[in-house]
């Protein structure tokens, strides 16, 4: 399969503290995006991080990519109760527009 | 920014019947769209590429007489799930893109449920 890992597989925090997630890969990429899915929902996108890029913030989130190691990490820092949800990443590998996706991270925030 | 609807957004079925979903591309023009499915507490599984135009691409592994993708003009795309059984029961989740931009632009889902 070609499908990406995320780990953990599920993760359980306390309000106001920091969250990180990994995804790693197995081809090389364009780019790499994560999504946010909150239960039953449709997908909400977070950040798209070029291959050429090795860091990117958006708000609370911050996004790394490290391409000789094919992995990619998701920190939300401060987290809030509504930080709750799935999320996933997503790979497109070299030349296509094809997205793979990980098998995501469970996040649960305590308040 | 881009807004992509699928119709219905919950549909209940009998098995042996067939039931189409729609996926539309509300302020842009959608060269390709993606279907996935996804089964609870599990990820997005790829289902299939279209193209504006042409046949579907499907992954390994899925039946194209059973799902039948149809992507007729640049903002919509049709995925029918044939003679539905149980199993097909999911979340049924479409995306679109344009030319030239990798960005993915998700619809809100269907879930389907197969009685």
């Known amino acids: 399969s070609q499908q990406g890992e995320e780990d953990p597989q599920a993760l359980s925090i306390q309000e106001g503290e920091n969250a990180t997630m990994n995804c790693s890969y197995k081809?090389?990429?364009?780019?790499l995006q994560w999504y946010r899915q909150n239960s039953g929902r449709g997908l909400v996108h977070l950040i798209l991080?070029?291959?050429?890029?090795r860091e990117k913030h958006s708000g609370r989130l911050r996004v790394t990519l490290d391409t000789s190691k094919k992995s990619s990490s998701l920190l939300i820092t401060a987290s809030r109760a509504a930080d709750t949800a799935s999320y996933f990443c997503a790979t497109a590998a070299s030349g296509t527009y094809k997205y793979i996706f990980g098998t995501g991270t469970r996040l649960k925030v305590l308040a | 920014g881009a807004v992509v609807s699928q119709h219905p957004s919950w549909v209940i079925c009998k098995s042996g019947t067939s039931v189409k979903i729609e996926c539309r591309s509300l302020?842009?023009?959608?060269?390709?769209m993606f279907w996935y499915r996804q089964f609870p507490k599990q990820s997005l599984m790829l289902m299939a590429t279209s193209n504006e135009g042409s046949k579907a691409t499907y992954e390994q592994g899925v039946e194209k007489d059973k799902f039948l993708i149809n992507h007729a003009s640049l903002t919509l795309s049709t995925l029918t799930v044939t003679s539905a059984h149980p199993e097909d029961s999911s979340f049924y989740i479409c995306s679109a893109s344009s030319a030239g931009f990798y960005e993915q632009y998700f619809g809100p889902g269907t879930r389907l449920t197969v009685t």
């Open positions: 991080i070029r291959s050429n890029e």
């Open positions: 081809t090389s990429i364009n780019n």
């Open positions: 302020d842009f023009q959608a060269t390709t």
